[in-house]
């Protein structure tokens, strides 16, 4: 009631009850568009999502928890990755993803409303809300910063929407010291904080009215059709945006990583640009797929080959390359060579993460019998949410050379490092000896024939 | 509002009244704990060695006392996590004697005691703090590394220069003069490379490269004049094993050691350190400046690297350096022979009081990091003999290390843990050389070093925080000109 009676809360000049359902519109256009926009970015996103998974181990523990909790910043780090752990199941990512969407959709429409023409502020906030969901397929983009945003929104729109100067000036404050402590950006936060406080203290709605009242139309069905008009060019354009980096390399290789870190080897070998547009290193994938199915010898013709940099190579610099590596060494019985690039993939950020690496790692420990190092990597997957079976399965070939000797994955590795020695030169070299040693061993004899067969093309 | 300051006031009260339990059954075990604090021994100004107990979460309490002062804490999900001043009060009368620790654990409702066992504390404090880099134990490629200074009569540590503000480039070998933390030197490799000596607040930075002999400055020591470093020049390369517990292979394909002259920037060497048919590294000087000790392995003209690595072992040599004329002496002492011993040495450190070397062994190479048989020895001066230091010992790696300045404390660095990790132990050496059991380095956490994924890598003791700014450092690697050094 109190409201009513106070104009600059009111500030268009329309009637309250078209007011209302004015927003109630743009409320129910934002939960349309976002329906929208989950469908694409489940459609067109959703291997950034299973990629980005991995770049993050949320642990349930105090020992990890304790160190983000009690410094500036780190809470928004903690929900971040809390969040991120769900990127691994299907449409989980697009969902949280639509969330943030909505979020900064309405934290920003909310604000605008009170500083500009309320018919406009549904365009610049979806077209906010799209740049966020656009940023979060960056993988340089920290989803702390999306988290961040919705904090400070929703602190702008307390102290923005406050019933008077007294809790305005609260939430002012205790914003500032709690959502400054959550992001870590104490000064945005005051800055913004401040900016809203005294908007809100010397009533500047008064000097925003005028320009709202001088904007054409007037006609609220007109407005309502205008601002819908704009929220789908806002999603049109974000979704060219989407449609387009769907078919660059950058979101195809997200697409593999997450088939490989899956196993789903005849997933890798069902993608048509495997075939249409092939290059070494789908080729590398591709292999690796029909070595882990055991045919990679009987079916190497059957899929477009170039050259032996197709089946490995030696330099491998970048991130997904060690991990991809790493997985053909292992797959050829080159433990060794497993190990280092497994490593050098997990430490490749400086953040420790990457819960596959840390599977990859348990297994070459425990092959190289390395068990107290092999049950710390066990005891920190434990602590998550999706490795911690896998992890555990782990744990009874501790200590336990007669049981990996028998499992069928781990215990031919093992037998076969029993006859290597010296340092490692070069791959071809290593695979060379291994075949020696090894004869019966079929994907390393594999991947040496077809070797031979592309050196001599 | 009222219930929940009842239930502060409740939960307050309680954790005040903590009371040694009476135990209904007497264990014949001693307890587990990590980290293995059993019958250690202590500096009286050591941070609180908080540990937690294996066996189990159950309701456990342990009581530390000496003399009249007890401290009587219960677990915490199984971890102990002794107050600080309450330690510190708890230390301060217990110098020189023991801390009787007795364990008590509730298994099936009632309270069970375990073996209770001492931690003894030596009359000696050691130094204040403590430098490491901590770095991933891995492979050539390094992305996240950095000095830090841990205070180890406390938990805080703080960083000294991470490579996150240098471009991810590397950065290692910080030394100090006799555990001096306003005189220190570091490389820099790659982007911003060079040797950085810092003098109180100056910093100054070296071309490592000196004609075509020296490519860089590597495995420094520091004269206690301060006025000179002991440096080798090493052609390190690195390889890993087909299939070895040992991992990872470096070796030097090329090294020779000589001295740095700080006030002139001249280098100072001599063929019997500089010489093409053996390898000579680890130099280090002893607390009187006159002697300067080094490892150095004889390379048959036939030596091919690598093929040959397991072939390349050292011995640990003495000579004489006059610091007034700056001149070598013309002959070269073996403390340690390869023909003798068959294995190989490496890291000789002498202690402040000039009575010990400390130096690592292991069966062949001079990186001895990666080999699981590498152990420390200690040569005894006034013997003149050396012996492996059994007791700081343990089945895998044990490496470098470093003494206080009291020459009471050793840490060095032992993958004992877990095989991969180094972990910083110290050790009381006694009067007569003889080590006692080595502690981990506490940390606030006891259960941190389980999920540290970061090796402690030289670790050096300090007598005092190391106060330059790490901004100083960044703007000398960024915009300073190295100074070029000339034979």
Redesign the interface.
């Known amino acids: 009631m109190r409201m009513r009676k106070n104009k600059p809360l009111n500030p268009t000049n329309v009637p309250v009850d078209r007011d209302k359902r004015d927003v109630w519109i743009q409320i129910l256009t934002y939960l349309i568009l976002s329906v929208l926009v989950f469908w694409f970015l489940q459609k067109f996103c959703r291997y950034d999502y299973t990629y980005d998974e991995q770049f993050r181990m949320f642990r349930y523990s105090w020992n990890y928890a304790e160190p983000l909790l009690f410094s500036a910043g780190g809470i928004s780090t903690y929900i971040a990755d809390y969040l991120t752990q769900f990127y691994y199941w299907p449409a989980c990512g697009a969902l949280i993803n639509t969330l943030f969407f909505l979020g900064t959709a309405l934290g920003v429409f909310f604000i605008l409303r009170k500083l500009i023409p309320d018919y406009l502020t549904s365009f610049f906030a979806v077209l906010c809300g799209l740049v966020i969901v656009v940023l979060e397929t960056d993988l340089n983009y920290q989803t702390e910063n999306t988290l961040s945003i919705l904090l400070i929104l929703l602190a702008l729109n307390c102290i923005l929407y406050a019933p008077n100067k007294a809790i305005s000036s609260v939430v002012f404050m205790v914003s500032t010291v709690v959502v400054g402590y959550i992001t870590g950006h104490f000064m945005y936060v005051f800055i913004l904080g401040l900016v809203a406080f005294l908007f809100y203290v010397f009533g500047m709605e008064k000097f925003t009215r005028k320009f709202r009242s001088k904007i054409p139309p007037q006609n609220f069905v007109l407005r309502q059709v205008i601002s819908v008009i704009l929220c789908i060019c806002a999603l049109w354009l974000g979704l060219n945006f989407f449609t387009e980096r769907h078919h660059n390399q950058s979101t195809r290789l997200k697409c593999l990583e997450t088939l490989r870190w899956r196993k789903d080897w005849d997933g890798i070998l069902a993608l048509p640009y495997m075939k249409l547009s092939p290059t070494t290193l789908y080729a590398a994938y591709q292999n690796l797929a029909l070595a882990n199915k055991g045919v990679l010898s009987e079916q190497f013709d059957k899929y477009p080959q170039l050259g032996v940099e197709g089946l490995w190579s030696d330099n491998h610099g970048l991130q997904y390359e060690l991990l991809l590596f790493s997985d053909i060494y292992f797959v050829q019985g080159n433990v060794a060579a497993s190990q280092m690039a497994a490593f050098n993939g997990f430490y490749y950020s400086g953040k420790t993460v990457l819960p596959t690496a840390l599977l990859r790692l348990v297994e070459t420990n425990l092959i190289n019998g390395s068990y107290q190092v092999a049950e710390k990597y066990i005891s920190l997957l434990e602590e998550t949410l999706l490795y911690k079976k896998p992890a555990s399965e782990y744990r009874k070939f501790l200590n336990h050379p007669e049981l990996i000797e028998q499992d069928p994955v781990l215990g031919p590795l093992k037998k076969l490092t029993q006859g290597l020695d010296g340092l490692s030169s070069d791959m071809f070299t290593d695979l060379k000896k291994i075949v020696q040693a090894n004869p019966d061993f079929k994907a390393a004899k594999d991947y040496l024939d077809c070797y031979t067969k592309l050196s001599h093309e | 509002m009222n219930k929940l300051f009842v239930y502060i006031s409740a939960l307050l009260l309680l954790s005040c009244s903590v009371k040694e339990p009476k135990a209904e059954r007497q264990l014949d075990v001693l307890p587990e704990i990590y980290p293995d604090y059993v019958d250690v021994t202590i500096p009286s100004n050591i941070a609180p060695l908080r540990f937690m107990l294996k066996t189990g979460t159950d309701e456990a309490i342990a009581v530390l006392s000496c003399r009249t002062n007890q401290i009587i804490e219960k677990a915490d ?1 199984s971890k102990f996590l002794f107050d600080e001043s309450e330690w510190k009060d708890l230390l301060k009368q217990a110098k020189g004697q023991d801390i009787q620790l007795k364990i008590y654990q509730k298994q099936d409702g009632s309270w069970a005691e375990y073996q209770s066992f001492p931690i003894h504390v030596a009359n000696e404090e050691v130094d204040s703090h403590l430098a490491y880099r901590l770095i ?1 134990p ?2 050539e ?1 390094w ?2 590394m950095g000095i830090y200074q841990r205070d180890i009569t406390t938990f805080k540590e703080k960083a000294i220069l991470e490579n ?1 503000q240098t471009d ?1 480039n590397c950065m290692n070998c910080h030394s100090f003069p006799m555990q001096n933390p306003d005189k220190m030197l570091f490389h820099m490799r790659a982007v911003y490379g060079g040797t950085y000596l810092i003098n109180g607040n100056d910093v100054e930075k070296l071309d490592g490269k000196v004609g075509d002999e020296i490519a860089s400055f590597v495995y420094p020591s520091w004269h206690p004049s301060g006025d000179f470093i002991a440096l080798s020049t090493n052609k390190t390369l690195q ?7 040992n ?1 990872i ?1 470096v070796y030097d394909e090329n090294s020779d050691v000589f001295v740095y002259d700080i006030k002139r920037h001249k280098v100072l060497t001599d063929s019997l350190l500089f010489s093409k048919n053996a390898f000579e590294t680890f130099p280090t000087f002893s607390p009187d400046g006159k002697s300067l000790y080094f490892c150095s392995a004889s390379i048959p003209d036939t030596l091919k690297m ?1 093929r040959d ?1 397991k072939t390349i072992k050292y011995n640990l040599c003495r000579i004489d350096f006059n610091p007034d004329n700056q001149t070598f002496g013309t002959e070269v002492d073996t403390i340690y022979s390869v023909r003798k011993e068959g294995r190989s040495a490496k890291f000789p450190r002498v202690s402040p009081d000039g009575k010990f070397l400390v130096f690592t062994v292991s069966d062949y190479g001079n990186f001895s990091i990666w080999h699981h048989d590498a152990d420390m020895f200690i040569y005894d001066f006034s013997k003149k003999a050396y012996t492996p230091l059994n007791e700081a010992n343990s089945n895998d790696t044990e490496s470098y290390h470093s003494w206080s300045h009291n020459s009471r404390w050793l840490v060095f660095s032992s993958r004992r ?5 180094t972990r910083p132990y110290i050790t009381y050496i006694d009067e007569n050389g003889k080590a006692h059991k080595p502690f981990m380095l506490p940390q606030e ?1 006891p ?2 070093y ?2 540290f ?1 970061f090796s402690y890598n030289i670790p050096e003791f300090i007598q005092g925080e190391v106060k330059i700014d790490s901004k100083t450092l960044i703007n000398i690697a960024k915009n300073g000109t190295a100074k070029q050094v000339g034979f």
């Open positions: 999900e991933p891995g492979y490629p992305y996240r996150t991810n390889s890993f094993h087909r299939a070895h517990s991992r292979e690598p690595f843990d877990d095989g991969l990790y956490d259960d941190f389980r999920s994924m």
